[in-house]
């Protein structure tokens, strides 16, 4: 089995999980995000999302001020479609780092 220094990207098949590495991608705290949310969204409300306590509804003003302040779409978040771009990234240099680890 080969082994790289990325770690193997999250399956991300929820929201917990899609918020969660979207946050940590860009080095942010949850209060951080409520800050660029302009406090539409309180760090105690991510917080909440992310640990699957609570769930946002489907075009609340909450998850829009959340998904903008990380630059994804409140679609991405809630179903994971519409995937962002470094997301995309992250996925491809995990998959070539696998190649070349293996000698291809």
């Not at 969204?41 to 075009?59: D, F, K, M, Y």
Request: charged share 20%; no cysteine; net charge positive.
């Amino acid at each position: 089995m080969a082994h790289s220094n990325l770690p193997q990207p999250p399956a991300m098949k929820t929201l917990a999980e899609r918020l969660r590495f979207t946050r940590m991608h860009y080095g942010l705290s949850q209060e951080e995000i409520s800050i660029l949310a302009e406090r539409k969204v309180t760090a105690q409300t991510i917080s909440n999302w992310e640990r699957g306590l609570r769930h946002p509804r489907s075009g609340s003003r909450q998850l829009r001020a959340a998904a903008e302040a990380l630059d994804v779409t409140p679609l991405w978040l809630l179903t994971g479609y519409d995937t962002p771009a470094f997301v995309l990234r992250w996925h491809q240099q995990w998959q070539e780092t696998q190649i070349w680890m293996r000698g291809g």
